[in-house]
């Protein structure tokens, strides 16, 4: 079985639109409809279960389970599986852990997982209990972070200590990818309301947001997926363009009407894109597949499309962005937010869903899964994030799968847009350094240009917030170390 988890990355040897190209790194039934412009609305399964679940993030975030597997277990099966991960990773029986909670037998996962990655290195964690490893990690947070006391750690659960230990963890794994992405002096970067040149569809390039952009060797081209805001309306049009530069791109195709956030990703020959549909109850994830590179920049007029019904949020299902492909199984995990009533607020969360049979099936095979997240649901607000949580971008470092989002420290505050960075479990902040306090919607691919991987960051700068000739597009185009 070939399965590939998305980097977001186009290599030179990726000659999509010609041939020899390799690729880029309890429920109930319901209806979910898709549409082409040649066809009627059909229908495809729909299952959603919005309990979310510590152990299923821990065991897919962690890449223990793929999330097509772990979205179809039962609390028993999910149960079974986190306590045979636990079993060889430390030395308490198996009869022990089955004493536990499943919770508790995913915070035990998260605790060898934070210690086994840990820089400083613990000697002989299988041969550890699980106390054993929690009192190590106790100790680890107790001289990183300095502003707890053992007894104060002690006092706290290993969720709590886990969230706690991710404050040091991601810095000390990351601290070179979390400078280059926020130091706008490496590379190049660019501020620009657009850096767009109309052709004849838009009238206009005023509000016009690059949602992805990709350099396509084959082509010797960049190809840029945007969304520019309708007259008079709150509403959106996707678009694509082309360009021998990124700051100089031409539109060549309208991708769609009342859509937005767009990610694209090149597979084979094809092209898949991601997208917000915005119909009458509000927005909803969909996809489209364009089955050559020509169809997808003339705006093919009937690619096959999926739109899902909103399962999970009360009014807006969206950002969507690929996490996982699995080619030969035909399954898309796809990460997403969904609105929902949260201690008595609606505010944006995060989630995943799984796409089973879109790209080489028929409508009557495309099966829609969603499923609410737990972990960064929790912890992003326990660390200052208490807005919403929204778009964000999968991408590989250091052969390590990482995320990097948009989150708020205010809901609807539009001046606490912050980026983080993360492994889809706990999140640190990226600071960028810029006379802007405010960075939303980041999108991040990767490139080989010779021997040298280049990463090429988009990101929305709102004007509250934004220093002088800021607000708008940031593009940042610098060498990953």
């Given at each position: 079985?070939r399965?590939?988890?998305?980097?977001?990355?186009v290599?030179?040897?990726?000659?999509l639109?010609?041939?020899?190209?390799?690729?880029?790194e309890?429920?109930?039934?319901?209806?979910?409809?898709?549409?082409?412009?040649?066809?009627?609305?059909?229908?495809?399964?729909?299952?959603?279960n919005t309990?979310?679940?510590i152990a299923?993030?821990?065991?897919?975030f962690?890449?223990?389970?793929?999330?097509?597997e772990?979205?179809?277990y039962?609390?028993?099966?999910?149960?079974?599986s986190?306590?045979?991960?636990?079993?060889?990773?430390?030395s308490t029986?198996v009869?022990?852990?089955?004493?536990?909670?499943?919770d508790?037998?995913?915070?035990?996962?998260?605790?060898?997982?934070?210690?086994?990655?840990?820089?400083?290195?613990?000697a002989?964690l299988?041969?550890m209990s699980?106390?054993?490893?929690?009192?190590?990690?106790?100790?680890?947070?107790?001289?990183?972070?300095?502003s707890?006391s053992?007894?104060?750690?002690q006092?706290?659960n290993?969720?709590?200590?886990?969230?706690?230990?991710?404050?040091?963890?991601l810095p000390?794994?990351?601290?070179?990818?979390?400078?280059?992405v926020?130091?706008?002096?490496?590379?190049?970067?660019?501020f620009?309301?657009?850096?767009?040149?109309?052709?004849?569809?838009?009238?206009?390039?005023?509000?016009?947001?690059?949602a992805?952009i990709?350099?396509?060797?084959?082509?010797?081209?960049w190809?840029?997926?945007f969304?520019?805001?309708?007259?008079?309306e709150?509403?959106?049009?996707?678009?694509?363009?082309v360009g021998?530069?990124?700051?100089?791109?031409?539109?060549?195709?309208?991708?769609?009407?009342?859509?937005?956030m767009?990610?694209?990703?090149?597979?084979g020959?094809?092209?898949?894109?991601?997208?917000?549909?915005?119909n009458?109850?509000?927005?909803?994830v969909?996809?489209?597949?364009?089955?050559n590179?020509?169809?997808?920049?003339?705006?093919q007029?009937d690619?096959?499309?999926?739109?899902?019904?909103?399962?999970?949020?009360?009014?807006?299902?969206?950002?969507?962005?690929?996490?996982?492909?699995?080619?030969?199984?035909?399954?898309?995990?796809?990460?997403?937010?969904?609105?929902?009533?949260?201690?008595?607020t609606?505010?944006?969360q995060?989630?995943?869903?799984?796409?089973r049979?879109?790209?080489?099936?028929?409508?009557?095979?495309w099966?829609?899964?969603?499923?609410?997240?737990?972990?960064?649901?929790d912890?992003?607000?326990?660390?200052g994030f208490?807005?919403?949580?929204?778009?964000?971008?999968?991408?590989y470092?250091?052969?390590?799968?990482?995320?990097?989002m948009?989150a708020?420290?205010?809901?609807?505050?539009?001046y606490t847009?912050?980026?983080v960075?993360?492994?889809?479990l706990?999140?640190?902040?990226?600071?960028?350094?810029?006379a802007?306090?405010?960075?939303?919607?980041?999108?991040?691919?990767?490139?080989?240009?010779?021997s040298?991987?280049?990463?090429?960051?988009t990101?929305?700068?709102?004007?509250?917030?934004s220093?002088?000739?800021q607000?708008?597009?940031?593009?940042?185009?610098?060498?990953?170390?």
């Amino acid at each position: 079985m070939r399965k590939v988890f998305f980097a977001l990355i186009v290599a030179p040897w990726a000659c999509l639109g010609l041939s020899g190209c390799a690729n880029c790194e309890d429920s109930t039934d319901a209806t979910c409809t898709f549409q082409t412009n040649m066809q009627e609305p059909s229908t495809a399964d729909t299952a959603t279960n919005t309990d979310a679940s510590i152990a299923r993030d821990v065991l897919f975030f962690l890449g223990r389970k793929p999330m097509p597997e772990l979205i179809q277990y039962s609390e028993d099966e999910l149960r079974n599986s986190a306590i045979s991960d636990l079993e060889p990773r430390c030395s308490t029986p198996v009869s022990s852990i089955q004493s536990l909670s499943t919770d508790e037998v995913a915070y035990a996962l998260l605790v060898e997982s934070i210690l086994s990655r840990d820089p400083a290195g613990h000697a002989g964690l299988t041969a550890m209990s699980i106390e054993d490893q929690r009192n190590t990690l106790i100790v680890a947070n107790n001289q990183r972070l300095r502003s707890k006391s053992i007894a104060q750690l002690q006092a706290l659960n290993s969720y709590q200590n886990s969230r706690l230990a991710y404050d040091w963890l991601l810095p000390a794994l990351a601290s070179r990818l979390i400078d280059s992405v926020g130091n706008l002096a490496l590379g190049t970067a660019t501020f620009q309301a657009s850096a767009l040149n109309s052709i004849s569809s838009p009238p206009s390039t005023v509000g016009m947001d690059v949602a992805c952009i990709r350099f396509h060797d084959g082509l010797n081209s960049w190809i840029a997926v945007f969304h520019k805001q309708q007259p008079h309306e709150d509403l959106f049009d996707l678009y694509v363009a082309v360009g021998s530069s990124p700051n100089s791109l031409e539109v060549t195709a309208v991708l769609g009407t009342n859509a937005s956030m767009g990610q694209f990703y090149f597979l084979g020959d094809g092209v898949l894109l991601l997208y917000e549909q915005n119909n009458i109850g509000g927005p909803s994830v969909a996809a489209s597949y364009y089955e050559n590179l020509k169809d997808f920049l003339s705006g093919q007029s009937d690619p096959k499309t999926f739109v899902s019904q909103q399962t999970l949020g009360e009014s807006a299902e969206g950002t969507p962005s690929l996490t996982v492909i699995d080619e030969t199984a035909d399954e898309l995990t796809i990460g997403m937010h969904c609105y929902i009533s949260k201690g008595g607020t609606k505010v944006d969360q995060q989630a995943v869903a799984v796409l089973r049979g879109f790209l080489r099936g028929s409508s009557k095979d495309w099966q829609w899964q969603a499923q609410l997240l737990k972990v960064v649901n929790d912890w992003l607000p326990e660390d200052g994030f208490t807005g919403k949580l929204g778009s964000r971008s999968s991408f590989y470092w250091a052969n390590e799968r990482w995320f990097i989002m948009e989150a708020q420290g205010e809901l609807d505050n539009w001046y606490t847009w912050r980026i983080v960075l993360g492994d889809g479990l706990g999140f640190v902040e990226v600071p960028i350094r810029m006379a802007s306090n405010s960075t939303a919607n980041p999108v991040f691919t990767t490139f080989l240009n010779s021997s040298e991987r280049v990463a090429v960051s988009t990101f929305f700068i709102p004007s509250e917030g934004s220093g002088p000739d800021q607000a708008g597009e940031l593009l940042h185009i610098f060498p990953l170390p």
